[in-house]
Nanobody, 127 residues
Framework: QLQFVESGGALVQPGGSLRLSCTASGFTLNFFGIGWFRQAPGKEHEGVSCISSSGSSGGTTYYEESVKGRFTISRDNDKNTVYLQMNNLKPEDTGVYYC?????????????????WGLGTQVTVSS
């Protein structure tokens, strides 16, 4: 069965860094656009970042405005894993982070329609 496993979430102080990992099993991750989404307490899901399939586009990326310059999405095809490096974390980054596929991903937008979702990893930014 197709499955995502997210990891790397933790409690971190403001200004700290985390690297989230999304590892796929049952399919090859690099053939699909992958999105990172998050859901903060009391808020709706929002797209955070995405990376397009490396096979078709070479890895177009998108970042939600509030994380631009702080987060970096990357792909390791050999490990079938997509990462989200999060630096200079802020309390408003707190939430459950999910990876999903296939994500329609362009430089200007990312879609919220995906067939496969991970179960999420909790990121808490607090002093």
């Amino acid at each position: 069965q197709l499955q995502f496993v997210e990891s790397g979430g933790a409690l971190v102080q403001p200004g700290g860094s985390l690297r989230l990992s999304c590892t796929a099993s049952g399919f090859t991750l690099n053939f699909f656009g992958i999105g990172w989404f998050r859901q903060a307490p009391g808020k709706e899901h929002e797209g955070v970042s995405c990376i397009s399939s490396s096979g078709s586009s070479g890895g177009t990326t998108y970042y939600e405005e509030s994380v631009k310059g702080r987060f970096t999405i990357s792909r390791d095809n050999d490990k079938n894993t997509v990462y989200l490096q999060m630096n200079n974390l802020k309390p408003e980054d707190t939430g459950v982070y999910y990876c999903a596929a296939p994500t329609v991903c362009t430089h200007r937008n990312m879609a919220n329609r995906n067939n496969y979702w991970g179960l999420g990893t909790q990121v808490t930014v607090s002093s």
